[in-house]
C-alpha cells in the first residue's frame, strides 16, 4: 500500500471524528472552556506550588519596593514645609539638620527599595523560568500518556505552539505583567493612602479622573482583549498549517500545488493579520488616551488646589493638616505617579490577556483525557526452579511470562508464547460508523498470518487493535488466553515488534536508532540485528559506521535504508510476535530480495501479522486473509485460496486490481 493510500485509510476513519470535534468539544488547538478567573487562579496555584518560598519572598520584595517608592511624596512635603517655615526669619541654619534628617531618610528609602526590587527581579527569573520548565515538562509527559487517537485528530503545528508560543505567553505574563500589576497595584495603594492623609477633597478630585481612565481602560482594553485572544488561536493555525505543508513539500512539488498552498497560506495569514492588526490597533490606542488623561488630571488637580488655597476651602484629612503649598505640591506629584500606575495597568492588560490564553490553551492540553489503562497482568522475566515451576527473576533471561495476579493474593506465571485470537470483534472510531464487523481469526505461536483486501478494508486498523492503540467496541481480544483489556498496554506492546511503512528515526547515531527497540541492547546485539535484517552491509559503508549521525528523520539515506533500520529496530527487540505493516512496500525489487531472507529469519518462530500489497511476500503465510470493508470475506493458505477461484485469486492473477 503506497504512502498516500495509507493516509487516505486512516483519513476516512478519522474523519467522523474529527467532524464531531468541529461541531461540538473544542481540541488543545482551538478555543478552550476554562474562565479567566480560573485560569489566572490556576496560574497562581502552578507557580506557588513549585516555588512557594521563592514566590513568597519576591511578592514580600514588590509590596515592600512599591511602598517604599511612594514614601519620597512624604519627604517632599516636609522638606517644602521646613523651608517654608525658615524662610520668613530666614533660619537657616536651624532648617539644615532638619533637612539633612529628611535627606538622610529619603536616601535610605531609595536604597531599600533598590534592594528590594533586586531581590524581587532575581527571585522573578529563577520562579519564571523554573515554571516554564515544569510546565513543559508537565505538558510532554502528558502528552506521552495521551492516546493516538489524539495526534489523529489535531494538528502536529498546532500542538507545538504550545511549548512554542503559549509558554512565551506565559512567560510573560508571569515573568513581567503578574510583577508589574503587583507593584502598580500597591503603589496605588499607597499613593492613595497618602494622599487622604493629605487631603480628602484633593483626593475626591483624583479619583474622580481615575474612575474616566479606568472606563477608557475597560471599553478599549476590552475590545482587544477579544481579539488578542483571536491572535492567539489563528497563530497556532498558522503554525499548524506552516508545519504540514514543509512535511508535504514533496508531494506539492509533484503535483506542482505551489500556488493553491501559497493562496490557502495567505488565507490563513490574512485571518491572523486582521486578528493582530484590530489587537493591537485597540491596544496601541488605549495608552495615549491614559497618557492624556492623566495629563489632564495633573492640570485639574493643580487648578482645584489653587482654588482651595485663595477661597479657604476646608481641607478635611485623615492627618487634620491644613491645606497649604506644602500639601499641594507633594499632592500634584502623587497625581502624576497615581495617574502613571493606571496607565502602566493598562498597557500590561493585552500581555494578561495574552498570557491568560496561552495559559488555557496549556492546561487544556495538561488536561485532556490520558490513555486509559486498567490492565492489571504484566511482562516478566522468569525461569524454571528445582521444582520445574516458573519463577520470577529480575535479571533478563530468554524466557517471558504474563504474571496474573489474583484477588486471593496469589499469582500465576502464563507463559509469553504468541497466541493472538480475535473473537466477534466490531470496532468503529465513532460509535456511529463501523469499520470491522464480526472479526474472528487466530494466530498460533509462530504462524504468519497476512491481510489483504483494498484501501479502507481494514487491515491496519486490526493491528491497531491488537496493541491497543484504539479499543475494540464489542468482543474479545486474547492473547496467551488472557484477554488483552487485562494487560497493561506497556507490557503488550513490550511483546509486540512493529515494522510500520512510514518510518520514523530520530536524531543520534545509527547505533542508537537500532538500540531504540530495546534501550539495554549490547553493540553485538544491535549489530546482529542488522546482520539479520539486511543492513549491515550498507551501514558499514556509511562516513562513520554504525556511529554514523542521523538528523531529519534520516534524510541522508534512502528510503529503503531507513526502512531496513526499522526492521532491525525490530529484530533487536526480540518479541515473540511480529506486526509487519508493508514493511517492504518502500524498498526496491533487488533490495526485498536482500532483506526477505532477514524478514524471514525474522519472522521465523515468531506470531507475525502482515500487511502487504505484493501479493508474492505473503504466499508462504499459514493463513490469508482477504477483508472487503471491514468484513472477512475470505481465509485460507495461497493454494486454498487460489482453488477457490475467488476474490484472492482474481487479486494474484491480476483480473483486478487491490483498488
Sequence with gaps: MSSDAKTREKNEATRPEQQSQQAGAPSTGHRGSQRPGATFKRILHTVFHYY???????????????????????????????????????????????????????????????????????????????????????????????????????????????????????????????PNLLTMLFAMLSVLAIMLWYSIPLSVVVLAMVACMVYATRVLGGKSAHYFLDQQIQLARTEGFAEEAMNGEKVIKVFTHEDKTIEEFDAVNDALYEASRTANTYGNTLMPVLMNMGNLAYVIVALSGVAFLTSGFPNPSISGMALSIAVVVPFLNMTKRFAGSIGQVSQQINFVVMGLAGAERIFSLIDEKPEEDEGYVTLVNVRKNAAGELEECSERTETWAWKHPHHDGSVTYTPLAGDIRLSHVDFGYTPDHTVLHDISLFAKPGQKVAFVGATGAGKTTITNLINRFYDIADGKIRYDGININKIRKGDLRRSL?????????????????????????????????????????????????????????????????????????????????????????????????????????????????????????????????VLDHGRIIEKGTHDELIAQHGTYYQLYTGAFELE
Design 497 to 625: 515488534g512493529i515494522v510500520l511503512q512510514d518510518v520514523n528515526l530520530f536524531t543520534g547515531t545509527v547505533m542508537d536508532n537500532i538500540r531504540y527497540g530495546r534501550l539495554d541492547a549490547t553493540d553485538e546485539e544491535c549489530i546482529g540485528a542488522a546482520k539479520l535484517a539486511g543492513a549491515d552491509s550498507f551501514i558499514r559503508r556509511l562516513p562513520d559506521g554504525y556511529q554514523t549521525m542521523l538528523t531529519d528523520n534520516a534524510t541522508q539515506l534512502s528510503q529503503g535504508q531507513r526502512q531496513l533500520l526499522s526492521i532491525a529496530r525490530a529484530a533487536v527487540a526480540d518479541p515473540p510476535a511480529m506486526i509487519l505493516d508493508e514493511a517492504t512496500s518502500s524498498i526496491d525489487t533487488r533490495t526485498e530480495q536482500i532483506v526477505q531472507k532477514g524478514m524471514d529469519a525474522l519472522m521465523y518462530g515468531r506470531t507475525t501479522f502482515v500487511i502487504a500489497h505484493r501479493l508474492s511476500t505473503v504466499r508462504n503465510s499459514n493463513v490469508i486473509i
Design 52 to 178: 512557594p518560598v521563592h514566590a513568597t519572598v519576591m511578592v514580600i520584595c514588590i509590596i515592600a519596593s512599591s511602598v517604599l517608592a511612594s514614601v519620597p511624596s512624604i519627604f517632599l512635603q516636609q522638606a517644602i514645609d521646613i523651608v517654608q517655615h525658615a524662610f520668613p526669619t530666614g533660619d537657616w541654619a536651624g532648617a539644615a539638620p532638619k533637612i539633612g534628617q529628611v535627606a538622610a531618610g529619603l536616601i535610605t528609602c531609595y536604597v531599600v527599595a533598590l534592594a528590594a526590587n533586586i531581590a524581587y527581579t532575581q527571585l522573578g527569573a529563577i520562579v519564571c523560568q523554573g515554571t516554564l520548565m515544569h510546565v513543559r515538562d508537565e505538558m510532554f509527559d502528558h502528552m506521552e500518556s495521551l492516546p493516538i487517537r489524539y495526534f489523529d485528530t489535531n494538528k502536529h503545528g498546532d500542538i507545538m505552539s504550545h511549548y512554542t508560543n503559549d509558554v512565551d505567553t506565559l512567560r510573560q505574563l508571569i515573568g513581567q505583567s503578574l
